[in-house]
């Protein structure tokens, strides 16, 4: 393991409810993996689907963007910055994440320009890939 969820805590400003990634398992200079242990206690349960718990699409990418997030804030010369979205291509929802599962959380940078990131991203739960695509990142210093 790369970092734990303090570790992460101290790189990322997200904060319960809205940190999605629990665990960082392997990072290199363009490439890093991450975990999010998924749990019916979340608040987005309470209302997605109260009869049937299925984790919004939208926090699936979120968790992605946060895991690129540590890599790009880990860097020493992004310290202090925020990583806020730019852009989402080509996501595709292959299955659904439920209480219970581990999402595997895989993304690699592929270009960078200016303060702009690219990268792919991938979920998977147990091998199976629930969520693909690509997103963007612009770096941002806090407080403008």
Do not use: W
Request: net charge neutral; charged share 20%.
């Amino acid at each position: 393991m790369v970092y734990n969820s303090n570790q992460i805590q101290e790189i990322l400003p997200h904060r319960y409810p809205f940190l999605l990634v629990d665990r960082i398992e392997e990072m290199s200079e363009d490439k890093i993996v991450g975990t999010k242990c998924v749990t019916a206690n979340e608040m987005q349960f309470l209302g997605h689907f109260p009869q049937y718990h299925v984790m919004p699409g939208v926090l699936i990418v979120e968790a992605l963007a946060q895991t690129g997030a540590v890599l790009l804030l880990s860097k020493e010369e992004n310290r202090g910055k925020l990583a806020l979205f730019a852009g989402i291509n080509k996501m595709r929802f292959r299955g659904q994440v439920i209480p219970g599962d581990q999402m595997r959380l895989e993304v690699t940078f592929t270009k960078q320009k200016a303060m702009l990131t690219f990268a792919d991203v991938k979920a998977t739960v147990e091998g199976k890939t629930v969520a693909q695509g690509e997103i963007m990142c612009a770096l941002q210093d806090a407080g403008k």
